[in-house]
C-alpha cells in the first residue's frame, strides 16, 4: 500500500514536543517530508533525527510563529530543501493561567498573539506560497475544546482557540478560490509538556484540584490522549482524503464535550 503522503513537503509549527512531535512523526511514517518549525531549534531537530533514524526525512527550522519574517523564512528554507510546500500546520501555542479577574493586559495579549495572531501570520504566508506555487494546498489549525467552551482559568487561551475556529472559517472562505482548503482538529486533554507546566501553574494559583487529572476524569474513552492519537486526524487532513473538506473543525477529545 502506497503511503497517503509520499513526497508532500509538510511544516509543523511546534514541532519539536507535543502534539507537533506526534503530528510530524505520523506525517513522515505516511512518507512526506516533514519540516519541524520551532522557537526551539535543539528540540526539533532532536525530533527530525529520530524520524531520520527511523527511515523518514525530516528537517528543523527555527521559527517564532509570532515574526512574519521568520515564519517566510521557516517556509522558505522548506521550499528551498524539498521543492514546494504543500500542508502547513499551525500548530504551536501557548498557556498561562490566571483566575478571571486576575487576568492582565500582557498576559491576555501574550496568549492572543501566540495562539491567534501566530495563526494568521502562518496562514497567511503559506497561502502566499501556494498561491506561487499555481494554487492549491491544505492549513491545518490547532484548535481545542477551550475554543468551544469557556475554562475559568484559561479564559484567554479560550478566547484565543476561539479566534483560531473563526480564523479558519474565514480562511476557508478566503482561499476556497486558489484551491486551499483551510481546517481544524480540537483536541481535549493530551498527555504533553505544556500540561505538566498547567498542572504547576494551577497548582501555585491554587486551584490544583482543576488540572490534568480532573478534567481526563470526565473523558467518555476513559484516558487523556496521547500525542499519537491526533496524528491520525492530522494526517487525513493533510492528504487527498479530505479533499472536498474546508472550514470545519474536528474534534479529537475521547467524548468531552458533546454538542
Known amino acids: 500500500m502506497t503511503a497517503r503522503l509520499t513526497g508532500k513537503t509538510i511544516i509543523v509549527t511546534g514541532g519539536g514536543?507535543?502534539?507537533?512531535?506526534?503530528?510530524?512523526?505520523?506525517?513522515?511514517?505516511?512518507?512526506?517530508?516533514v519540516v519541524l518549525a520551532d522557537l526551539n531549534l535543539a528540540a526539533a531537530q532532536s525530533v527530525a533525527d529520530e524520524i531520520a533514524g527511523a527511515g523518514?526525512?525530516?528537517?528543523?527550522?527555527?521559527?517564532d510563529i509570532t515574526d512574519?519574517?521568520?515564519?517566510?523564512?521557516?517556509?522558505?528554507?522548506?521550499?528551498?530543501?524539498?521543492?514546494?510546500?504543500?500542508?502547513?500546520?499551525?500548530?504551536?501555542?501557548?498557556?498561562?493561567?490566571m483566575k478571571f479577574l486576575d487576568i492582565t493586559e500582557d498576559n491576555f495579549q501574550l496568549v492572543m498573539k501566540v495562539n491567534a495572531l501566530g495563526v494568521l501570520i502562518g496562514t497567511q504566508e503559506a497561502a502566499k506560497q501556494f498561491i506561487a506555487q499555481g494554487g492549491g494546498g491544505k492549513i491545518v489549525n490547532?484548535?481545542?475544546?477551550?475554543?468551544?467552551?469557556?475554562?475559568?482559568?484559561?479564559?484567554?487561551?479560550?478566547?484565543?482557540?476561539?479566534?483560531?475556529?473563526?480564523?479558519?472559517?474565514?480562511?476557508?472562505?478566503?482561499?476556497?478560490?486558489?484551491?486551499i482548503t483551510v481546517n481544524a482538529f480540537a483536541p481535549g486533554v493530551v498527555a504533553t509538556p505544556l500540561w505538566k507546566k498547567l498542572d504547576a501553574d494551577l497548582e501555585k494559583m491554587g486551584e490544583g484540584d482543576a488540572g490534568f487529572d480532573s478534567m481526563a476524569s470526565g473523558i467518555l474513552l476513559g484516558r487523556p490522549a496521547q500525542p499519537e492519537d491526533i496524528a491520525p486526524t492530522a494526517i487525513f487532513l493533510a492528504a487527498p482524503d479530505s479533499d472536498y473538506i474546508t472550514g470545519q473543525v474536528l474534534p479529537i477529545e475521547g467524548g468531552m464535550i458533546l454538542v
Open 56 to 63: 523518514g526525512v525530516a528537517s528543523a527550522v527555527e521559527v
Open 142 to 179: 490547532t484548535a481545542s475544546i477551550a475554543g468551544r467552551t469557556g475554562f475559568a482559568s484559561f479564559a484567554p487561551y479560550s478566547a484565543a482557540k476561539a479566534a483560531v475556529i473563526s480564523l479558519t472559517q474565514a480562511a476557508a472562505r478566503s482561499l476556497a478560490p486558489e484551491g
Open 68 to 97: 512574519r519574517a521568520a515564519v517566510a523564512a521557516g517556509i522558505a528554507q522548506a521550499v528551498e530543501a524539498y521543492g514546494r510546500l504543500d500542508a502547513y500546520f499551525n500548530n504551536a501555542g501557548m498557556n498561562a493561567p
Open 17 to 33: 514536543s507535543g502534539i507537533g512531535a506526534g503530528i510530524g512523526r505520523g506525517l513522515a511514517a505516511e512518507g512526506a517530508n
